[in-house]
């Protein structure tokens, strides 16, 4: 059977920038582009240019992809010509071969928020379409409010959409601007545009996700019809976001019957990307990745419960709708006190450690992890933590180095500037090879701001110990989480250190006191120990 071709438009770098306390930089967007190029997208739109100078400083210096760059604009205003609007001369100016505007389709808006006629618009968008088309340009025609906009006038909203294709439009893109409607009504309403006579290669989907309905509804007009789906990485988006193409694009690769049905650009080879690809987006966002992200995600192929464990190392498919491999992802057994010692077996490999079916040291590594996990802790998340844990109960924990002290302080003062700062000061004493060493830092950076007690710590831990500062020097610290585990006098806090090194690792480690400090320290003296546990041999350890 003969694929058809459903092609993905990309919109990370338009409608994803509308996403609360997002803003690319011109370098950012250009990254951005350049791996959705090598990801396999067909469109993807840079921005709107002219509205701000990012997005006009982007299209001064896109890249060259193979994807179709796509610069975003609106149609022209009632009561001047297409050829002497400076909005949208702006928009064909950036010189991209595709050129998608945005235009109402919903009488209401027209009526209420344009303030001009019914025909007025209409005329709009046809002069407007048919201007990008005498450019040479492929024309895209972003059909706003289309799906409200059809609940309260078919007739008319059907109107606007033909205008745009007999205008020559390539597509004419439905949208549901403000999120609300669901896959039931989607798929109805493109079945009655199809049955209509408008052609399904020439129709296009753009959904957000305010009813959590975003994939589904895209998935709804591929079924009646529409041969282009508009989303953004890791659905990014204004308000609740836009349709994710981190869950469409290997549903569309994976799942039936779109991967009998369907050919799209993105190939199995580039699908296995997929993961590196929405990490990069969080981390030029400086943003934590959802861990519950659907294939993406770091919980999305963690299998908690002992009984799936054990099912999943016979056949990973009782537990696993896809092998996590395709997506570029990887399997995950968390400890936690409802594991099994299935769980803690597979894990424990993972981590390098062979233990024998039967080894009384798995009772007491599972026995040590449930009292901890009933003191605060949680080695569900913190997997560093647990393999440390287990190494010391198998004796496999060396000991680099023994903290005998440490103390840090908070001192608020006024600055030169007579500005009230904050500069905290630690002082750790280690003993490492055989030697007492005091350290002392600031949380001060290099850009005079205070980052903090835990910093401070930090930064005097790992100034001097010894053979084992160099191998430290390309560790950072990436992400910090503070819970309260109970409430009242008796609360405990629970500090949770993600950290990441030079050779791309992340790792997380807990730790648990009723003391925020002590528990931050304790979390950061595992994230060390753990990463001198995977780069020292064995024979530059000296015993204390």
Known sequence: MTKERLYLYDTTLRDGQQTQGVQFSTAEKVQIAQALDALGVDYIEGGWPGANPTDSAFFDATPKTRARLTAFGMTKRAGRS?????????????????????????????????????????????????????????????????????????????????AALEAGARWVVLCDTNGGALPAEVGRIVSDLVAAGFPGDRLGIHTHNDTENAVACSLAAVDAGARQIQGTLNGLGERCGNANLTALIPTLLLKEPYASAFEIGVNRDALTGLTRISRMLDDILNRVPSKQAAYVGASAFAHKAGLHASAILKDPSTYEHVDPATVGNARIIPMSNQAGQSNLRKRLTEAGLQVEPGDPAL?????????????????????????????????????????????VTVERRKNKYNQMVSLSEAVVVVKVDGEKKLSVSESMDENGSDRGPVNALAKALAKDLGQYSPILDDMHLVDFKVRITQGGTEAVTRVIIDSEDGQGRRWSTVGVSANIVDASFEALLEAIQWKLVRDCSPQSVVAE
Do not use: W
């Open 82 to 162: 297409a050829e002497n609007d400076d909005v949208l001369a702006a928009v064909m100016n950036a010189g991209t071969r595709a050129v998608c505007l945005v235009g109402k389709s919903h009488d209401y808006h027209v009526t209420d928020a344009l303030g001009i006629s019914l025909e007025e618009n209409v005329e709009n968008v046809r002069a407007s379409v048919a201007h990008i088309v005498a450019q040479g340009r492929e024309a895209l025609f972003d059909a706003e409010h289309f799906f409200d906009g059809y609940k309260d006038n078919p007739a008319y909203a059907m109107q606007v959409c033909q």
């Open 363 to 407: 009772g007491r590594i599972l026995e040590r992890i449930k009292a901890r996990e009933a003191e605060g802790y949680s080695y569900d998340t913190a997997q560093a933590s647990f393999e440390l844990l287990a190494r010391d109960e198998l004796g496999q924990l060396p000991q680099f180095f023994e903290v005998k002290r440490y103390k």
